[in-house]
């Protein structure tokens, strides 16, 4: 990228930049004349000037052509071109009066023009220089991030070219402009008087020498402000990504205290910049004042010795007036140019790293690219980090794409760096890695992005739904182009059009980017069995079917999908209510209170939405406390909480607060243990009547967590059941219009949009204190989701997922078998597997490989697998055996055969 | 069966005698009570151990497995702790543990159990005496047997 600011504008904005110029010149004919008229009408048809006569006219737009000298003979002294319009003094004056007008209009117009024009040109080269920022980004060599946080990045990208949007449009109009606003009146001045000029013009000289050495100062701490702010921004990233740290390691306040300084670096910094503008525009200020003393006291003095006439002194006075306006303003223009000036080449400095990836190799390419086949070949391969340690010493090695390849020995012995090396993650630093006899660092990323895939320990998920993390393999180029009607068409193609000239990439971000085909599947629906057959293989069904187990759908969307589930659910009803499962399931019922919910879920029969209805509300919600007064439960219930409080009081008063027992206690934490120890100790003293509101909020809201066959504590008889029954009845009946949408009741032939997939096929209550419940009643689920063929539906659900920032709701080895499931689907050559699953054990690690062996193998097809391997007793399972130790190849060796007999290549 | 109830119940097993009756309040309320049906197994031999159990009404089978198939080496009925070797020694279950009719029993967390252990020693000591008596049992188990394989040999 061009080093200066001005280079990159003009570069990429030339004839815009020339074209508003050409439209500020011609403004300026209309804005001398809109100055101009007022003086006219004043003089004119206001003052009487040419109308001291009764009934005199004037003539209006007469203009008249002189004549040159030798022609005067033919032609007279001057050609009439257009001989003017007679009026009288009212006339007149609306005439003037109605020109200026217009040209007001005029003027007005071409600032709009002009303003807009700019913003379009700043806005667009912003653009193209974000595009190209983020474009560079993409091409950066994979170990420079190891140097650069992505906060950094972030605010780099985000806020520290913002300014020069503002700063492209008057980039050359302004200086040009003022420049020459400038120039005329100082050449007006020197005109009148040579010696006023002068001084004028010596001001003026020591003002531009004078500041710009001022300035100095200032440009190094506009650097150190930005590189400061830069750092700021990447610390609180890094607080960010080791929050986890942070907390573990009691090093929040150290946290503090790096921000305090940094903040206080900044002010600093900030402080010395305000003070120094401030000072220079004093400075300014104070020269721009110092001429007209100048000016009064000399030019009086001249005048008063005669060598001046006033007129003169006058028009120079006047002259001047005009003079500094323009010369701040470029002033400004210049300090503004300086901010973006360093703002820019800060940030060109960091986007353009040492051995970036040539553009050519990331371009798109339509259409399925050649597989890979033919022999990977090392010949004397050394790769180095970018600290310049050897990571691997001139390994030469061999193998065909379609081998199984184990690579072996101790961590960080070589190996990982040639499986990062064979994915393009590192460049060679000498010798040659090729396939098929062309060099891995040439081959374009279409090919090795599609025809090969990389599964390393860490595996970076978007955070989307499984599925779209598992089609993120499959988007290189868009498929289709999306359907749009006429109106959007057209909006789109504006879109394309201004995308191309800020220098964007045009392909739709709207169509369908993912390649099915290559996923061997003909459209959406059937890669879904694909999906499922890889996810198989790398054993992440069971997840996802747990996932979808948890998950909920939007019935509006699959409407038939929401009446399976009502169906399972009956199917389920009936199969339970026939075996001995029925022990252990409180099914939901409108007419019997559920033993194994909670009281709140009892009395509101439904799945609160939002929090209007959540158990924490419940004691504070003005309806819900009105239908336990009209059922009589509010003291019940009272009491009840009174007696929880005191019992929980009782056991865990004398525990320390992160007592083991404490995370059985559902009804409040250790920390709200001494408010109720007080709380107990003041009703049981006053009595609960004379509680206050508080008080007694507090205490009801514990037996809404309560259930009799885990908690024991032997408070629910009958009578109160019956109670809350009717409650429940009346708070369904009663419930205010503007409240239906805080709860979804309970309904035997609804689906429940606000609870899980296993809530609804379930519907109602897994039994406490039944040894293997939840296991039994999963397995029957299992049984009935399997007789009506809906386990799949299931999955599906489970596919939409979604995995959280980075995948952070998933552990390491599930995001990794998410990796390498991405990895299948694509159907690739080659697929590198990196010291993942070192977390599995070994039993695991075993199957996982056979299974993918077998997958890699099914179909007639011959994927080849590089992996290095995080136990060295697997590598009996491969047909090639790459031996690493300490960044050199020990041996290449055939395991089935004995080693000795095998040895394709002596050890180096 | 209320709370109350099971602290009675559990005031009157010799490992708990001397625990002051709130503390077993305290456990009998954060444990779990369980119901196995007959022909579940409580846990299996190789198990991964995270609780104990202590039998409050039914009887069980202990066996162990061997090359010819599970064999019982005890029976124990109300009041047994079961499972506290594993989470004592962090080890997999040793033995398995199959109820031969309707059983109650109430889940003991590892957790709880070695903080119980470690706060009280009167019921650390009654552990080691639990466990003293199992060792000196199969001692003598031990020794009868290999006589009974002398004599069998000679």
Known sequence: MEKSLFRYVWKHSRPEQVWVLVVVLLSFPFMFMALDLPKTIVNGPIQGQGFEQPGAVVTWLAFYLP?????QSTFGEEVTLFSGIEMERLSYLWALSLAFLAFVCVNGLFKFYINSYKGRMGERLLRRLRYELVDRLLRFPIHHFRKVRSSEIATMVKD??????????DAFVSPVFLGGQAAV??????????????????????????????????????KERQLTARDLAGRVGEIVDGMLEVRVNDTSNYERADITRRLGKIFWIR???FQRKFFIKFLNNFLAQVTPFVFYLLGGYLTIRGTLDIGQLVAVIAAYKDLPSPIKELIDWDQRRLDVQIKYSQVVEQFAPEGMLPPELQRPIDGPVAPLAGEVRAKRLSVVDDLGSKLVENASFSFDVSDFVGVTGPVNSGGESVGETLARLHVPASGQLTIDGKDISELPEAITGRRMAYVGPEVYLQPHSVAQNLFYGLRHVPMDTATRDPGEAAERQKRVAEAALAGNLTLDPDAEWTDFASAGAANEDEVYDRIIEVVNVVGLAEDIYAFGLRGTIEPTQKPELANEIVRVRQALRSRIGSSQLSQLVAPFDAATYNQQATIGENLLFGTPVGSTFATENLATNTYFLEVLDQASLHDPLLEMGQSIAGTVVELFADLPPDHPFFEQVSFMSADDLPEYDAIVKRTST??????????????LSLPFSYVEPRHRLGLLDEDLEKKIIEARRRFREKLPAADTGAIEFYQADRYNTASSLKDNFLFGRVAYGTAEAEERVSAAIQEVLEELDLVSSVFEVGLQFNVGVGGKRLNQSQRQQIGLARALLKRPDLIVVNRAFAALEDGS???LLR??????????????????????????????????????MVRQYKPQITVAEDETEPAQ | MKLEDEVELLRRIPLFAKIEPSRLKLL?????RMTFEPGQEMFHQGDIGDAAYLILSGEADILVDTSSGPITVASIGRNALVGEISILCDAPRNATVRPKGKLEALKIKKEHFLRLITEFPEMAIEVMRVLANRVSATNDELSLAKRQLKELAG
């Open chain 1, 67 to 71: 004549v040159p000298g030798p022609l």
């Open chain 1, 160 to 169: 520290e070219v913002e300014p020069l949007g503002g700063f492209i449009g």
């Open chain 1, 185 to 222: 009146a100082l050449v007006f001045i020197l005109i009148q008087d040579y010696r006023l000029g002068g001084i004028a013009a010596l001001i003026i000289g020591i003002q531009s020498l004078l500041i710009p050495r001022l300035r100095r100062r200032l440009l190094i701490l506009g």
């Open chain 1, 271 to 273: 402080f010395e910049i």
């Open chain 1, 686 to 699: 006053a009595g609960l009547t004379n509680a206050s509101a508080q008080d007694r909020a507090k205490l």
């Open chain 1, 845 to 847: 690690q075993i199957r």
């Open chain 1, 851 to 888: 299974s993918i062996k077998t997958a890699l193998r099914s179909d007639g097809r011959r994927i080849g697998l590089f992996w290095v391997l995080s136990r060295d007793e697997l590598a009996g399972e491969f047909e090639h055996v790459l031996e690493f130790d300490q960044g050199r």
């Open chain 2, 28 to 32: 009998a309320f954060t444990s779990d």
